[in-house]
């Protein structure tokens, strides 16, 4: 399954599912088209809004066969795929999508992309920096989340006991004061890893 959830696109079909797997599958997968190690995979009818995949794992994986799937050759994948997902790639498709129920981008259409050809090495180096970057601020998420879950537990409790009239009024004031802060701490944790996605998306364009 393609989904702009997931950083790469492509989502392991029974985790996204879960439990209606077998509902949303059919009892054949003949029909399916099979993506290969680092071939990329897009939904034609939602490309205007960056539906791409590209199968980074070591087993070939299986898309719906509405999907249009290829191989990049000349240029490193994710390179290519980071280019589609840019501003600059999105914006391009928008232009040259047609149809007016489902805007609709076709295989010809994507061959037309004037990708930037830039030196592999500085293709990899800037896949790598930015990979760095959003490992080190996922790790800062987790921290977050960690005291967030900390400082909820213990406004729980002392909201209990303050209500009881165990504690006063400060103390249920400075529980709270740090369950805002743990919040806010986390909020600006999420955002720096979407502005780190972005700058993954858009380093092309710089």
Do not use: C, M
Not at 93 to 116: A, C, M, W
Not at 152 to 166: D, L, M, P, Q, T
Not at 173 to 197: E, P
Request: positive net charge; charged residues 25%.
């Amino acid at each position: 399954t393609i989904s702009n959830n997931e950083f790469w696109g492509i989502a392991n079909a029974k985790e996204y599912w879960g439990e209606n797997f077998i509902s949303v599958t059919s009892n054949s997968n003949e029909k399916y088209k099979v993506v290969k190690h680092k071939w990329i995979a897009y939904n034609p009818s939602r490309a205007n809004v960056g539906s791409f995949g590209i199968n980074l794992s070591d087993e070939p994986v299986a898309v719906s066969p509405a999907y249009i799937v290829f191989e990049v050759k000349n240029y490193l994948p994710e390179y290519v795929f980071l280019y589609l997902k840019s501003k600059e790639g999105i914006n391009y498709i928008k232009e040259r999508s047609y149809g007016s129920v489902r805007q609709l981008f076709r295989f010809e259409d994507l061959l037309n992309i004037p990708i930037p050809d830039i030196d592999k090495k500085e293709q990899q180096k800037n896949i790598k920096l930015a990979l760095l970057n959003i490992k080190t601020i996922k790790t800062q998420i987790e921290s977050a989340k960690k005291s967030l879950e900390a400082a909820n537990k213990a406004f729980e409790i002392v909201s209990n006991r303050y209500h009881n009239g165990k504690v006063t009024v400060v103390d249920y004031l400075d529980a709270l004061s740090v369950k805002t802060d743990a919040l806010a701490q986390y909020k600006i944790a999420l955002n720096n890893l979407q502005v780190a996605y972005a700058t993954y998306y858009l380093y092309t364009n710089n």
